[in-house]
């Protein structure tokens, strides 16, 4: 499978540890997940990608890269392939206008299944779909249901962004699930640079919105008690989502199997889970255990 990692701040800040130098960062982890990465990151509200078919870990450009990006938003990917070759086609994050997505999961036997997934997304988007993955077709799905809410180039509510997600989720289940040898896993990470959102769809996935202490405590313009401690207004400073804890000063909760979770341009804070019909999202974090 592969490694998520997403981040969202107030600030704009470094990645280099997240990335490289700390303990389970997507560097170390790329050792057993080799097969490309993929790096977005915004500025000035326009995403830029960059993705390679090669090894994080022994990479130069995935060093050099994750040392000079600072910004708000950054959603980084490691692949270990399950569906499509290894090819900078299949490398995640997907993008589209400024919408990039990644997916850490597997829909078995996806060639099955294919050609009735991407019935699903909206004739206009099918054309994009360039490369062999699950994730590419999942993620056009996503935004063909994002689009039924709005152009996808107007600042979207992270309600519509997290429906969206259940409503890709609910569809791939629908169609795989009951004849597919094993149930999908399908967590997944999206962002438009203001809002990110994510969900645990059988693959593993941790938040952090909070430290123990923040280490820029006495410099920090935007130091907030939400940097602290949990949200009690419903609004956090950032909001970090990764597949394993990092080494550090936050505190990361697990999100249960079927959680959504997501930030808005505000950085208000919200959850649901998929199988809440309709999906009801309550503002604040969900209540999980710290780990």
């Known amino acids: 499978m592969c ?8 600030i704009q800040s470094g990645v280099h540890r997240s990335l490289v130098a700390a303990d ?5 982890q790329s050792g057993q997940h080799p097969d490309g990465w993929g790096v977005a990151y915004y500025v000035d ?18 060093h050099r890269l994750s040392g000079v990006v600072t910004s708000e938003t950054v959603l980084a ?31 078995k036997e996806f060639d099955s299944y294919r050609d009735r997934l991407k019935e699903l997304i909206a004739p206009r988007l099918r054309g994009y779909v360039l490369g062999d993955t699950d994730s590419e077709v999942l993620f056009f799905v996503f935004l063909s249901h994002l689009s039924g809410f709005g152009p996808l180039s107007r600042r979207h509510s992270v309600e519509d962004v997290m429906a969206a997600l259940r409503m890709t989720v609910l569809d791939a289940r629908k169609v795989c699930d009951p004849t597919a ?30 430290k123990t202490r923040c280490s820029d405590r006495d410099s920090c313009a935007s130091l907030s008690p939400e940097c602290e401690a949990p949200t009690e207004s419903g609004f956090v400073n950032h909001l970090i989502l990764s597949s394993e804890p990092l080494q550090g000063e936050n505190i990361w909760i697990e999100l249960d199997r079927g959680a959504v979770i997501g930030v808005d341009w505000r950085m208000r804070l919200v959850h649901a889970q998929i199988d809440q019909r309709p999906l ?5 974090p969900p209540p999980a255990k710290a780990s």
């Open 45 to 62: 509200g326009a995403p830029h990608v960059t993705r390679s078919p090669t090894t994080a870990l022994s990479d130069q450009l995935f």
């Open 280 to 284: 009801h999202v309550v503002q604040g």
């Open 181 to 210: 040898p094993e149930p999908s896993l399908l967590t997944m990470m999206v962002t438009d640079g203001e809002t990110l959102a994510a969900t645990q769809g059988g693959k593993e996935l941790f938040y952090t919105t909070y």
């Open 24 to 28: 389970n960062a997507l560097a170390d």
């Open 77 to 107: 990917h490691v692949r270990k392939a399950t569906q499509g070759n290894n090819s900078v086609l299949n490398c995640h994050p997907f993008q589209y206008g400024r919408w990039v997505f990644a997916h850490n999961g597997d829909i």
């Open 3 to 10: 490694r998520l990692f997403g981040f969202r701040s107030v």
